[in-house]
């Protein structure tokens, strides 16, 4: 946003002439509303009715705190609003509006719900009454800003006022019928006859005869800006002319404003039309944009000229530097001009703007000149930025403009945009625009180019071809090491995500702390936190949790804003700290951090990610007893990452969702899976594709394939170690523990635990043995003494676990195990309870769920050590 112009003149309230007529009657009427302490000041009437004067002067004259936001048709983009909207109302509190900006760097818009309880959330912290204007309403046609602005009715306290030229696609009944609306329309603001009289003396020190005001009133119908042209047009004419012009107007059939505008223009001398014509393309200007695009070295005098004349020009700061002409006016001039003259007007008025430093203006210029030479440079400019800070939405709404698409593509914005789409998971899109970078003769000669396509490579190719993804990353490196720039590191993130598909974790996490301190340093915000999350969940699977929290909880006091809040961009690393607090069993902290920072990244784009962090917020709500809303996640990422086609995702959600079947004891259901052809387990590698692994074993232990598994958890385990990924370490040990036992290895299979004990201890990570279920737990109090504390804790929570079922047994169910107990069969237990011995089965699925086991000796141990059964 181009604060050095159109941020401070679009929040400075038009400047109140001295000598302006105070409207009585209508500043009481609005006093009125403030007393009752109205929420909404809606005045509409089409232009020229002095809607903006009468607020003006009446916001001079009250003791009450506003600010000021003129909109424009730019305006209707959201997260340009919403950034207009956050700098109007620091005009109250400076400090406002931090949480928000960070919320809009999002590469996908946040929903209006979001955005409306984080911009209430801090108006509420500000403990601040004032009032808002919005001049110009009439411009938004933008259903999300619209929905915005009435949630924010329904949320805040503050004072609207909307200034606009129809009615607003708004809804005012609740506040019409709670007596909380101030109405102000055309008729209302129409002058009456001593208004019209006192207005030309004031403001023309004209003194008319009483027939002239009525037919003024009559023709103008108490239009200020009819009378104003009236004024104008009576100025410096010989007073038996009054008459004669008086007479034209009542009887000319022409539209008044037409007529009148033609009045005024003729009175004008032949250089002041000239520069009219000129200057009335420009939205906001000063003397010297002016004198570029007219080449008249006396613009400044010129429009001091204007204002003097009260010739429908709109002062825009304090200093009288910045100008713009009226709307209705502007919108008269412009019909005149040939299109040819607006372009060529507009190229010099973006040239002055580029030259300035007003990069956004001078963008906004070329698009209308049709510049694409001068607006692909200026996109180039401002990429690099946008990209660093995470603002891809509207870094791809630059891309995506109509004259950069119809335009010979430009490498490095075709670059630009490639990666702003591997981010927000638009990868076929990637992929097309990589592929034909590669087959370009005109880009191979730059290394940013050719290095970026490279770096690409573990994104488009992922395990499909995970070995050449790292070669490609490595070739990215040696063509844009020596900058050292954003790019370096975007390729260095590469290289780190290319080693973890190759297994390589410990080479991955150290690429991945080179990339976060670089980011830290040079203030590239985007990766500063993505890096920080993959090197969270590294140290993790290498075991050093503890270690993982620590550097989260640091990099969260660099985006602390205030009153325990995180900037939104920080809040990504809500995930790390969610999954981790997972392995240490704090659950409900879990599913609070994971469920918001799934909320942030997916607000801000970043769909590359998506999986992780689910698949552990899946977890925590099943055991925490919320299993209905579990399986309602997975059917949903199911459906959702069906159109990223890509095998590996596919397989990720189909395991996730048998995880939940395994856990639910639904046997059969994990068994087909199994058998599809689909489910193969030839490629893992990758950090994310252990969960996935974990259940396929878990499946095979459940089906008895003991020998199956333990092949696997041998090849495993030593992948692991050889690794170094000893956290991850830690389940493998678990699952061979329960296949030594079931093969008659006890000794082995204690040996297991003994290590996997030894390596969780001292990180808390308590979760990992508790997901294994009660077998284990039974298991591993015969290693209580590798670490005694650790161990009590874990069989603690166990059977803390059991007392407190999330979900208790239902009467039908404890007939059912009672008789269980007693050794009847189905077919029995269905006779006696005058069932079917399908219903009994049922029951048996549903209590074997609630108590954690697969068995109906196993269930009936655990009824007894619950005291629910005798």
Request: hydrophobic share 40%; net charge negative.
């Amino acid at each position: 946003m181009d604060k050095k112009i159109f941020l401070d003149t679009k929040l400075h309230m038009p400047s109140v002439r001295q000598n302006h007529i105070c409207r009585d009657i209508l500043n009481n009427r609005l006093d009125e509303g403030l007393d009752k302490e109205h929420r909404i000041f809606l005045v509409s009437a089409p232009a020229g009715y002095g809607k903006t004067t009468l607020i003006s002067g009446w916001l001079n004259r009250v003791e009450c705190k506003y600010t000021w936001l003129s909109l424009d048709e730019y305006d209707n983009e959201p997260s340009k609003f919403i950034c207009y909207l956050l700098e109007a109302v620091r005009k109250i509190n400076k400090n406002f509006g931090s949480t928000i900006e960070g919320l809009m760097m999002a590469s996908n818009l946040p929903t209006v719900k979001t955005v409306s309880l984080y911009i209430a959330r801090e108006l509420e912290q500000l403990q601040e009454s004032f009032i808002l204007v919005l001049d110009d309403y009439n411009v938004i046609q933008n259903n999300y800003i619209n929905e915005l602005l009435q949630k924010l009715f329904n949320l805040v306290s503050i004072r609207f006022v909307i200034i606009t030229r129809k009615e607003p696609a708004l809804t005012f009944s609740k506040w019409r019928v709670e007596d909380k609306l101030t109405e102000l329309n055309a008729r209302d603001l129409k002058f009456a006859r001593a208004e019209i009289d006192g207005f030309f003396s004031r403001y023309f020190n004209l003194t008319l005869k009483e027939q002239s005001l009525e037919i003024i009133e009559k023709q103008t119908e108490g239009w200020v800006a009819g009378m104003q042209l009236i004024g104008l047009s009576l100025t410096n004419m010989e007073s038996n002319r009054e008459e004669a012009l008086i007479k034209e107007i009542s009887g000319n059939n022409r539209f008044i404003t037409e007529y009148l505008m033609d009045e005024v223009l003729k009175n004008q001398d032949e250089q002041l039309r000239i520069f009219l014509n000129k200057t009335c393309i420009l939205k906001e200007f000063n003397g010297e944009l002016c004198e570029a695009v007219t080449g008249m070295k006396d613009s400044r005098t010129i429009l001091q000229q204007l204002e003097k004349e009260n010739l429908f020009i709109i002062s825009l700061d304090d200093t009288n530097t910045w100008y713009r002409y009226h709307h209705f006016f502007s919108e008269f001039l412009r019909k005149n001009q040939e299109e040819t003259e607006k372009v060529e007007i507009c190229r010099i008025a973006s040239l002055w703007c580029k030259q300035n430093g007003y990069t956004e203006a001078a963008l906004e210029y070329a698009l209308h000149a049709k510049d694409g030479e001068t607006a692909s440079y200026l996109v180039k400019d401002r990429a690099i930025e946008l990209f660093h800070k995470g603002e891809l939405k509207n870094l791809l709404a630059l891309l995506n403009s109509d004259l950069l698409i119809n335009k010979k593509k430009d490498g490095i914005l075709e670059i630009y945009k490639a990666w702003c789409m591997l981010f927000t998971g638009e990868i076929d899109e990637a992929s097309k625009i990589i592929h034909d970078l590669k087959n370009r003769r005109d880009v191979r000669s730059s290394p940013i180019i050719s290095g970026m396509i490279k770096a690409s490579a573990p994104y488009l190719l992922n395990n499909e071809d995970k070995v050449k993804a790292l070669k490609d990353a490595e070739e990215a490196i040696t063509l844009v090491e020596d900058e050292k720039d954003f790019f370096y590191f975007v390729a260095l993130t590469a290289l780190g995500h290319a080693n973890a598909l190759n297994g390589h974790t410990s080479t991955a996490a150290a690429l991945h702390a080179k990339v976060h301190e670089g980011a830290c340093k040079n203030g590239y915000y985007i990766l500063e936190v993505t890096s920080l999350h993959d090197v969270a969940i590294y140290l993790n699977c290498m075991g050093k949790g503890r270690e993982a929290l620590a550097l989260c909880e640091k990099t969260l006091e660099r985006f602390h804003y205030h009153a325990g809040n995180y900037l939104p961009m920080g809040k990504i690393v809500y995930l790390s700290v969610g999954m981790l607090l997972y392995y240490s069993n704090k659950l409900e902290e879990a599913q609070k951090y994971l469920e918001e920072g799934i909320a942030v990244y997916r607000e801000l784009g970043f769909a590359h990610w998506g999986g992780l962090g689910e698949w552990y917020l899946v977890l925590t709500l099943y055991n925490n007893g919320e299993k209905e809303k579990a399986f309602e996640i997975v059917y949903r990422l199911k459906a959702y990452y069906k159109e990223f086609k890509t095998s590996r995702i596919a397989l990720f959600f189909d395991a996730l969702e048998m995880e939940l079947y395994h856990r639910e004891g639904n046997y059969e259901k994990t068994s087909r899976w199994l058998k599809e052809p689909k489910t193969t387990f030839d490629k893992i590698s990758g950090l994310s594709d252990i969960n996935p692994y974990f259940t396929y074993l878990r499946v095979l232990i459940s089906q008895k394939d003991y020998l199956t598994a333990q092949i696997a958890l041998t090849e495993k385990e030593e992948i692991l170690r050889e690794e170094g990924r000893f956290g991850e370490l830690i389940t493998a040990l678990l699952l061979s523990a329960l296949v030594k036992k079931h093969l008659g290895m006890e000794d082995s299979a204690l040996d297991c635990l003994r290590e996997a004990v030894t390596l969780a201890a001292p990180e808390g990570y308590e979760r990992i043995f508790l997901d294994e279920g009660s077998e284990l737990l039974e298991l591993v109090t015969k290693v209580r003494d590798t670490a005694p504390a650790f161990i009590d804790k874990i069989c603690c929570s166990g059977v803390n676990n059991m007392n407190c079922l999330a979900d208790p047994l239902r009467k039908r169910e404890l007939e059912i195990l009672k008789l269980i107990a007693e050794g009847l069969s189905n077919n029995e237990i269905a006779e006696i309870l005058f069932i079917t011995t399908g219903t009994v089965k049922w029951h048996i699925n549903n209590m074997f769920s609630k108590l954690g086991v697969n068995k109906r000796t196993q269930a009936v141990v655990k009824a007894r050590r619950l005291e629910l059964i005798n």
